[in-house]
């Protein structure tokens, strides 16, 4: 099954990009379902890798390797996951943090938060939506091996994005039920979260370095509350002089 492109489009990929857009494609050959495996194919005939193909998106091809020769199996899941969780088992510890961030992990489409034993996950691609119960088992796996005993994963689907997938706005559990309040300790200080029903995945985990920056601040009653909707707002404005 493969998706041929126009002349002069897949610039995006050859940027280092992921996606291929349905405007770029010219013809499609060989039966493909929705969420199925493509081979990638340029107008001069180079083949620029494999992805998952999805005709109710406009992003019709999400690329998941440039290498034409590999095998998209439980096994190429497992790898990817592999290396997300060792390259945040590194740089932020594994205790809580964004385990798995789409296109950055090379799993475009999958988001994966860890508060302390409990996951969060969003499918925001069918392509991830048609096999979450196969990455989601090599993702246990891979945190076990590393003694990590996590109690239950949460979906947080109801990201506006997924109608653009021809996907439901969904919540739930994935497979058992269990408390979805969580406490996590971060930077010596105790949060309660509710993955349920807190902003997107339950609490802004990428803000944690932000918090440590300003927690000298906490007693400056100018101190905003600038953590929920801004990225860097906050820095930004120690830096201005603005806090």
């Not at 990817?80 to 798995?100: F, Q």
């Not at 944690?208 to 300003?214: E, G, H, L, T, V």
């Not at 009653?221 to 201005?240: H, K, M, P, Q």
């Amino acid at each position: 099954m493969t998706v041929y492109l126009k002349e002069h489009e897949g610039r995006g990929l050859s940027a280092g990009g992921f996606w291929i857009y349905d405007n770029e494609i010219d013809h499609i050959e060989g039966l493909i379902e929705p969420g199925d495996f493509v081979h990638v194919v340029a107008a001069n005939g180079y083949t620029l890798g494999i992805g998952y193909y999805n005709p109710a998106s406009k992003i019709a091809v999400r690329m998941l390797t440039r290498d034409a020769n590999v095998e998209i199996n439980q096994r190429f899941f497992q790898m990817r996951i592999e290396n997300a969780i060792a390259y945040r088992e590194k740089v932020t510890g594994l205790e809580n943090c964004r385990l798995i961030f789409g296109e950055a992990d090379r799993l475009p489409g999958l988001v994966v938060d860890k508060f302390a034993d409990v996951l969060v996950t969003q499918t925001l691609s069918l392509g991830i939506e048609r096999r979450k119960d196969e990455i989601f088992t090599c993702l246990l796996s891979a945190l076990q091996e590393r003694g990590q005993q996590i109690r239950g994963i949460y979906e947080r689907n109801d990201a506006r994005s997924r109608l653009l997938e021809g996907l439901e706005r969904c919540n739930g559990f994935w497979k058992e039920t269990f408390d979805p309040c969580v406490r996590i300790c971060e930077n010596g200080l105790f949060y309660d979260i509710d993955v349920s029903n807190g902003q997107k995945t339950g609490y802004f985990l990428d803000q944690r370095f932000n918090r440590m920056a300003i927690r000298p601040l906490a007693k400056n009653a100018r101190v905003l509350d600038c953590f929920c909707n801004a990225g860097g707002f906050a820095l930004n404005a120690l830096a201005a002089g603005a806090v």
